[in-house]
Structure formats: C-alpha cells, structure tokens
C-alpha cells in the first residue's frame, strides 16, 4: 500500500512559477513509476508528465514540454513538479499517482496507476 500527499499548489499569476511536491509512503519507492495528472472540472484526468521506476527518464504532455521538469528524490520518498512559464490554462487541480509495473506505453494512461494522491489546486490569474 502506498499513501500519497501533494503539496506546494497555490495562486500565481501567468508567467509564474510553482514547485509541486508528492511524497509517497511505505518502502521500495524506487521501484515506483510516478505520474502527475490535472484535471479541471468536467473533465477527464489529463496526463501531465511521468517518471519511470528505477530511472531517471521522463516523460510530458505536449502541452507543458519546455515548461514543465518532473523529478524525483529516491531518498526522500518524493517526486517533484517544476512548473515554469505558468499559463491561465494550466489551472487544475493536480495529482499524484504511482504504479508498480507500468511499462512506458502505459505511463500517461490515467487507469494503469494503482494509487492517488487527494490533489492540489493550481490557479493561474492576476
């Protein structure tokens, strides 16, 4: 069983910046392929970018490439999202997810992780 917890969402203006956090619990962390995804009201969760277990290899939406760095810390337990040039249509609430036995075709597939994070909420407005 793993628990995730998001933090660092927030209120930026376009062009601003936000650091995402997702700390995950229990052991083998490592091994976990992470994703975050965001979803907007009315809407279908959206993949967002992904990083595979026992890499260091990325992966991201077309939507957020050159924007967007997701990263992970094995020692810490969590994944990070850098989230750069900020833009109105970036509002989401975003997840966290992980998944044991993910193959890369699989990582922007919403329905392939096994477990969630409750969400944090990016707004981007002046």
Wanted: proline share 3%.
């Amino acid at each position: 069983q793993v628990e995730l917890v998001e933090s660092g969402g927030g209120l930026v203006p376009p062009g601003g910046s936000l650091r995402l956090s997702c700390k995950a619990s229990g052991s083998s962390f490592a091994a976990y392929s992470m994703g975050w995804f965001r979803q907007t009201p009315g809407n279908e969760r959206e993949f967002v970018a992904a990083i595979k277990g026992w890499s260091s290899s990325t992966y991201y939406a077309n939507s957020v490439k050159g924007r967007f760095t997701m990263s992970r810390d094995n020692a810490k337990n969590t994944v990070y999202l850098q989230m750069n040039s900020l833009q109105a249509e970036d509002t989401a609430v975003y997840y966290c997810a992980a998944d044991r036995h993910l193959i890369t075709s699989s990582l922007g597939l919403a329905p392939q992780y096994d477990y969630w994070g409750q969400g944090t909420q990016v707004t981007v407005s002046l």
